[in-house]
């Protein structure tokens, strides 16, 4: 296992899309959302303990958070959760994480990861992330871990890549939005396209060589204290300037900006459980294709479902189709699933009516 091999877990989202189950003091990568009696924190923390010592793996995340995390990771220190006071988007947390790190390692191998992805097949998803740290170590390189699509979906950003290669490892040439559906089409039957799952794979000196030539801003804010990181005056220096970082994506401010971007692509059973409905397309399904979380449930004439259930509520459920059905604290939710994107713009409309105690 090698010692400079280091884990940035990103978990700082509020995960609105699974209201109301996810909440902002207790968000879906808190939650046992798949019912196995582990979250998706603790799944993606357990799958990087294959890669590097445990001590080598920080959680960046919102400082609201801290005190769950440390529930939640057996054996995980105060000193490895990277606290951001404000939400500035990706590209400050990576910055503050990146120089942290550098501090302890100047040599560090980095891999940057969402804490709330669903991987199905763990060994080959850390076998590609051994491939990328390999390339890494000897290239200065800024890796993305790209998902081969297994549809035309609307719902991610895609990568072009070149096809000529080395190694499996391709150039990067553009990064695309979010595409309609006749361009997802083309896409895919081009094949040199990836979905974009926000996983990144660099040197520490590859990244910050990269802030400094193509997002100075955030690379001055944090480079003044270089002398502060992993000490006692580490906390007051963040809270202190971390809020003055522009409010941008890593995506953005760095990768496609840089011309030294590669993917590998790759195929792992991904998912980004970033909706109920990608939850119920992950999850096992009855024989009336329903994926139900709930003990005390009496459910007939429903079917291609998904049913979570508070464990002390009694539910009587007839006659649904397609839809999403969520008992959850002070909150129910009963909606099409095919009309699911509508959700969080009608529950952010709730909270301005009735209170965000419901958020």
Same mark, same amino acid.
């Given at each position: 296992?090698?010692?400079?091999?280091?884990?940035?877990?990103?978990?700082?989202?509020?995960?609105?899309?699974?209201?109301?189950?996810?909440?902002?003091?207790?968000?879906?990568?808190?939650?046992?959302?798949?019912?196995?009696?582990?979250?998706?924190?603790?799944?993606?923390?357990?799958?990087?303990?294959?890669?590097?010592?445990?001590?080598?793996?920080?959680?960046?995340?919102?400082?609201?958070?801290?005190?769950?995390?440390?529930?939640? =990771?057996?054996?995980? &220190?105060?000193?490895?959760?990277?606290?951001? $006071? &404000?939400?500035?988007?990706?590209?400050?947390?990576?910055?503050?994480?990146?120089?942290?790190?550098? &501090?302890?390692?100047?040599?560090?191998?980095?891999?940057?990861?969402?804490?709330?992805?669903?991987? =199905?097949?763990?060994?080959?998803?850390?076998?590609?992330?051994?491939?990328?740290?390999?390339?890494?170590?000897?290239?200065?390189?800024?890796?993305? =871990?790209?998902? !081969?699509?297994?549809?035309?979906? !609307?719902?991610?950003?895609?990568?072009?890549?070149?096809?000529?290669?080395?190694?499996?490892?391709?150039?990067?040439?553009?990064?695309?939005?979010?595409?309609?559906?006749?361009?997802?089409?083309?896409?895919?039957?081009?094949?040199?396209?990836?979905?974009?799952?926000?996983?990144?794979?660099?040197?520490?000196?590859?990244?910050?060589?990269?802030?400094?030539?193509?997002?100075?801003?955030?690379?001055?804010?944090?480079?003044?204290?270089?002398?502060?990181?992993?000490?006692?005056?580490?906390?007051?220096?963040?809270?202190?300037?971390?809020?003055?970082? $522009?409010?941008? &994506?890593?995506?953005?401010?760095?990768?496609?900006?840089?011309?030294?971007?590669?993917?590998? $692509?790759?195929?792992?059973?991904?998912?980004?459980?970033? !909706?109920?409905?990608?939850?119920?397309?992950?999850?096992?399904?009855?024989?009336?294709?329903?994926?139900?979380?709930?003990?005390?449930?009496?459910?007939?004439?429903?079917?291609?479902?998904?049913?979570?259930?508070?464990?002390?509520?009694?539910?009587?459920?007839?006659?649904?189709?397609?839809?999403?059905?969520?008992?959850?604290?002070?909150?129910?939710?009963?909606?099409?699933?095919?009309?699911?994107?509508?959700?969080?713009?009608?529950?952010?409309?709730?909270?301005?009516?009735?209170?965000?105690?419901?958020?």
């Amino acid at each position: 296992m090698d010692k400079n091999n280091f884990v940035l877990i990103m978990a700082g989202g509020v995960g609105s899309r699974f209201w109301p189950k996810s909440r902002n003091d207790f968000p879906k990568q808190f939650l046992d959302i798949l019912g196995i009696g582990k979250s998706l924190l603790q799944l993606t923390y357990e799958r990087f303990l294959k890669l590097c010592p445990a001590k080598n793996i920080f959680i960046v995340t919102n400082s609201q958070y801290q005190d769950i995390i440390l529930q939640q =990771l057996e054996g995980i &220190s105060p000193d490895q959760i990277i606290c951001e $006071p &404000s939400r500035n988007n990706t590209a400050p947390c990576i910055a503050y994480a990146s120089f942290k790190v550098n &501090s302890l390692n100047p040599d560090a191998n980095i891999v940057v990861a969402p804490s709330d992805h669903f991987i =199905l097949y763990e060994d080959i998803f850390i076998e590609k992330i051994r491939q990328a740290l390999a390339f890494t170590d000897k290239n200065e390189a800024l890796l993305t =871990l790209g998902i !081969t699509p297994t549809r035309p979906d !609307t719902g991610y950003g895609y990568i072009k890549y070149e096809t000529d290669e080395a190694g499996g490892v391709h150039k990067v040439t553009e990064f695309k939005e979010k595409p309609s559906a006749s361009k997802a089409r083309e896409f895919l039957s081009e094949g040199n396209y990836v979905w974009n799952a926000g996983i990144f794979i660099w040197k520490v000196s590859s990244i910050l060589k990269a802030l400094k030539q193509h997002s100075v801003e955030i690379y001055n804010i944090f480079e003044a204290g270089n002398n502060l990181y992993n000490t006692v005056n580490e906390r007051a220096f963040i809270d202190t300037h971390y809020p003055n970082c $522009p409010n941008i &994506s890593i995506d953005y401010a760095i990768m496609e900006r840089a011309e030294n971007v590669y993917t590998i $692509p790759a195929e792992f059973g991904w998912s980004d459980l970033g !909706t109920w409905a990608s939850l119920y397309e992950a999850a096992n399904k009855n024989e009336e294709n329903n994926v139900i979380a709930a003990s005390q449930i009496d459910i007939r004439e429903t079917t291609n479902s998904i049913i979570h259930i508070n464990g002390e509520k009694l539910a009587v459920i007839r006659g649904l189709d397609d839809f999403i059905i969520v008992d959850e604290g002070n909150a129910l939710l009963i909606y099409p699933k095919s009309n699911e994107q509508e959700i969080k713009e009608v529950v952010k409309n709730m909270g301005l009516i009735h209170g965000d105690r419901f958020n």
